[in-house]
């Protein structure tokens, strides 16, 4: 994996800033025995209840890759760092009074977080094999109209690109699919800034989101939902 590189952006002055990191599960920037440092007892418990090696050892690469960029973020050290849950199991910061707002996503070996001023949620995927019947399942009427429209070929990715960035709503409203996925509608004329375009939920303004497509890594699909009726710019690193 590269060290880093950077993302194409939008906005300037009055702009929200939304940074992204990525990095490799498998073989993370720190020894394990490192990033075990950094855990909290109950992390390290979690983990250990893992019953694959590869799967334990990705768990403690995701949680410590957030703990070092959040502490980062803060000024703290990374054991430091406190979390609690808000009412539907989103985590938070403990004692920033909602600055620093984070969302963690993982796909087989690579993770990614986003953190923001403004509440955010992420998505990363392995691109793999289209998912006709979940499309049906999970995607507006709209959304799968546009898939059905685009050549045979294309259609894996597109798959991938709305799925990511429907997630990485759920992600950022922190109901996951206790809302239906299919209750809103990202528009992907722009490939690069798709649209939330329709959104039946209670109090939705579809003006109060930004929604940006980014590539994580070759072979991966992933977006960022922002909460914010303003400008975003988008930075994607690479955690080193």
């Not at 002055?13 to 007892?41: H, I």
């Amino acid at each position: 994996m590269n060290a880093s590189y950077a993302s194409g952006q939008t906005g300037g002055a009055g702009a929200v800033s939304a940074d992204v990191w990525v990095w490799s599960l498998d073989d993370p920037p720190r020894p394990e025995a490192v990033m075990l440092g950094w855990l909290s007892a109950e992390e390290i418990a979690r983990a250990d209840r893992f019953r694959f090696p590869n799967l334990r050892r990705r768990w403690i690469a995701a949680r410590a890759g957030m703990r070092s960029l959040l502490a980062a973020q803060v000024g703290a050290a990374p054991d430091a760092l406190a979390f609690g849950a808000g009412r539907k199991g989103k985590p938070f910061l403990l004692g920033q009074d909602g600055a620093c707002t984070f969302n963690l996503s993982h796909s087989e070996g690579l993770g990614a977080l986003a953190v923001s001023s403004a509440e955010l949620g992420v998505d990363i995927e392995l691109i793999s094999r289209f998912h006709e019947g979940v499309a049906r399942d999970r995607f507006s009427s709209m959304e799968n109209a546009a898939l059905e429209a685009l050549p045979e070929d294309q259609r894996n990715d597109a798959f991938y690109r709305f799925w990511t960035a429907k997630e990485a709503v759920l992600k950022a409203l922190g109901t996951g699919f206790s809302l239906a996925s299919n209750s809103f509608t990202i528009d992907f004329a722009d490939r690069e800034t798709p649209q939330l375009v329709e959104a039946r939920w209670p109090e939705a303004d579809t003006a109060a989101w930004q929604v940006r497509a980014f590539d994580p890594h070759p072979g991966f699909a992933g977006a960022v939902a922002i909460r914010t009726a303003r400008p975003v710019r988008l930075s994607v690193d690479y955690w080193a």
